[in-house]
């Protein structure tokens, strides 16, 4: 019977090699496909990134957990929707990006407050000052200074629930940005 264990337990460990093998070779080979184009390989089957789209989840989600006594959670996705939201509108006037549509300058890859104060900075975005309309509809977005998005391993306790109707306002202004560019055909 040890033999006959043996005798599987070596023919296991030998398909795990071979298969491990077929896994790096498909690995290798498919980190050096090249584009159509042959300028550089494939990284991103698609564009994943839809900034305006989550944004409306976050916040549309965030409603309901308010509605539901669920606060906690409600305002980590109210910060995750003005953070969408946000890089929404740079994207949307100029702000390059990925192809798979993320953002491309670090700087700019972060969330809420540090986003906020950054957008609340800028005087002038890509395309010139067009932007700044839609800036001017977010007077609260300093409401996120107390945010953070460690929030979500904090004990639910620790968190800052008085700033729950705060974030919620912010977020709802960013919210009525996303529609005022939209109408006004800025973003589709």
Not at 20 to 48: C, D, H, I
Not at 65 to 92: I, P
Request: hydrophobic letters at 45%.
């Amino acid at each position: 019977m040890g033999e006959l264990l043996e005798s599987i337990i070596a023919f296991c460990i030998r398909v795990a090699r071979v298969a491990l093998e077929a896994l790096r070779t498909w690995k290798r080979n498919f980190n050096n496909e090249v584009q159509p184009s042959g300028m550089a390989p494939v990284q991103y089957l698609a564009k994943q990134f839809d900034f305006k789209a989550a944004a409306r989840r976050h916040h549309n989600d965030a409603e309901l957990l308010t509605n539901e006594g669920r606060g906690a959670n409600a305002g980590q996705l109210y910060g995750f929707a003005t953070e969408c939201g946000l890089k929404a509108l740079m994207v949307a006037h100029g702000l390059p990006t990925e192809p798979n549509g993320d953002i491309r300058f670090r700087p700019y890859r972060t969330h809420v407050p540090a986003l906020s104060q950054t957008v609340a900075t800028i005087t002038v975005f890509p395309d010139g000052r067009a932007a700044t309309r839609y800036i001017s509809m977010l007077p609260d977005l300093a409401y996120f200074d107390d945010w953070k998005v460690d929030h979500r391993y904090w004990m639910e306790s620790a968190i800052p629930s008085a700033s729950l109707p705060n974030w919620r306002t912010a977020a709802l202004q960013v919210s009525a940005m996303l529609d005022a560019a939209t109408a006004d055909g800025v973003m589709l």
